[in-house]
C-alpha cells in the first residue's frame, strides 16, 4: 500500500503539470490538441515517475526535478506516438485509445510528436526548479543522447525496423532494447540525480545506469511476454502484432519460462544497485519488482 500511495503520489504531479500545457489559443490550436490527446492519453508515467524518485533518493524531495520529468514524458510521447505510424508499426490503438494518427491524421500526428521532442527539450533547459543552468545542459545532453541515432531510440527503432523478418541472436535483440527502451529510462534515473540540488557522486551515477539497464530489459522482456499471453483489451494496445510485423521477440528466442527467469535475473540486478548506492532504495527496489510482475 505504501508503494502504491507513493507511487501515485509522484504520477499525479506530473499529470497535474502536463494538464497545463499546451492551452494556448493559437491558429495552430489543432495541432496543440493532437500533442495534448497523445500526453494525456494516460499510461503508467513510469518514466517521470523515475525522474523524480532518483532526485528524492538523493535529495530528499521530488521537486527539483519536476521539469526535468514532464520533459522526459514528452519525449517519450513523441517516440510513441512516431512508433504508431503507418510506416513504422502501423497501430491503431495505444493505451486503450485510438492512436493519434487515426484521430488527427497522419501529418498532424508526425508535426505532434516532432513539437513534444522540442518542448521536452525546452522545458528542460529553462527549468528554474533545478539545480542550474549547468545542470539543465548536462540533462539536455543525456537525453539528446537517449533519443538519438548513435545509442538512442532512433538507433533502436531504425535496427528494430530493419531486423523485421530476419533472424536475431540475443546479442542483436538485446542492444536494440538497450536502445529503443533503455536507454530513456536511464536517462530518467540520471536526471533525478541531476536535477538534485545534492551534486551525486560517481557511485551514485553509475548505479542510476545499471539500474535503468536491468529494469529496461526486465521491462522488454516482460513487454515481449505479454504480447503474447495478454488481451488487447488489457494491454490497450494490439496483442500479437510482433508476429503479425515478423519481429523476433525475446519470447521467440527463448520461450515463456526461461524469459520468466531472465525477467527475475534482471530485476534482481536492478535492485542490488541501487540498494549499493543510496540509503534509501527501497521504493526503486519495489519499482523494479512492480515493472517485472506486471500485467499491463
Known amino acids: 500500500?505504501?508503494?502504491?500511495?507513493?507511487?501515485?503520489?509522484?504520477a499525479d504531479l506530473v499529470e497535474g503539470t502536463l494538464k497545463g500545457c499546451f492551452l494556448e489559443n493559437v491558429p495552430q490550436r489543432e495541432l496543440l490538441d493532437a500533442m495534448r490527446y497523445s500526453l494525456l492519453a494516460g499510461g503508467k508515467r513510469i518514466r517521470p515517475v523515475l525522474v523524480l524518485k532518483f532526485c528524492q533518493a538523493l535529495c530528499g524531495s521530488m521537486e527539483p526535478a519536476l521539469d526535468y520529468a514532464c520533459g522526459v514524458e514528452m519525449?517519450?510521447?513523441?517516440?510513441?506516438?512516431?512508433?504508431?505510424?503507418?510506416?513504422?508499426d502501423d497501430d491503431d490503438l495505444r493505451r486503450g485509445k485510438p492512436t493519434c494518427h487515426k484521430v488527427y491524421g497522419e501529418c498532424n500526428a508526425?508535426?505532434?510528436?516532432?513539437?513534444?521532442?522540442?518542448?521536452a527539450f525546452r522545458r528542460i533547459a529553462a527549468s528554474q526548479r533545478s539545480a542550474g543552468p549547468a545542470a539543465n545542459g548536462w540533462a539536455c545532453a543525456i537525453l539528446g543522447q537517449a533519443a538519438g541515432a548513435l545509442t538512442g531510440i532512433c538507433a533502436g527503432q531504425y535496427l528494430d525496423m530493419s531486423g523485421e523478418g530476419k533472424a536475431m541472436d540475443e546479442g542483436q535483440l538485446t542492444q536494440i532494447h538497450l536502445w529503443k527502451t533503455a536507454a530513456l529510462l536511464q536517462a530518467a534515473c540520471l536526471l533525478g540525480l541531476i536535477a538534485s540540488p545534492v551534486e551525486p557522486t560517481q557511485v551514485q551515477l553509475e548505479?542510476?545506469?545499471?539500474?535503468?539497464?536491468?529494469?529496461?530489459?526486465?521491462?522488454?522482456?516482460r513487454d515481449d511476454m505479454?504480447?503474447?499471453?495478454?488481451?488487447?483489451?488489457?494491454?490497450?494496445?494490439?496483442?500479437?502484432?510482433?508476429?503479425?510485423?515478423?519481429?523476433?521477440?525475446?519470447?521467440?528466442l527463448y520461450g515463456l519460462e526461461k524469459c520468466r527467469q531472465l525477467v527475475e535475473e534482471h530485476t534482481r540486478l536492478a535492485r542490488?544497485?541501487?540498494?549499493?548506492?543510496?540509503?534509501?532504495?527501497?521504493?526503486?527496489?519495489?519499482?523494479?519488482?512492480?515493472?517485472a510482475g506486471r500485467s499491463y
Open 272 to 291: 542490488q544497485a541501487v540498494s549499493s548506492a543510496f540509503d534509501n532504495a527501497e521504493f526503486l527496489c519495489r519499482l523494479a519488482d512492480w515493472l
Open 75 to 88: 519525449l517519450h510521447t513523441y517516440s510513441l506516438i512516431h512508433d504508431d505510424l503507418p510506416c513504422m
Open 110 to 119: 508526425v508535426l505532434a510528436g516532432d513539437a513534444l521532442q522540442a518542448e
Open 226 to 252: 505479454l504480447d503474447q499471453e495478454s488481451t488487447t483489451q488489457a494491454l490497450g494496445k494490439p496483442v500479437g502484432s510482433d508476429a503479425v510485423n515478423g519481429k523476433h521477440t525475446f519470447v521467440t
Open 207 to 221: 548505479a542510476a545506469k545499471t539500474y535503468a539497464r536491468e529494469v529496461g530489459i526486465a521491462f522488454q522482456i
Open 1 to 10: 500500500m505504501e508503494f502504491e500511495r507513493e507511487y501515485r503520489q509522484a
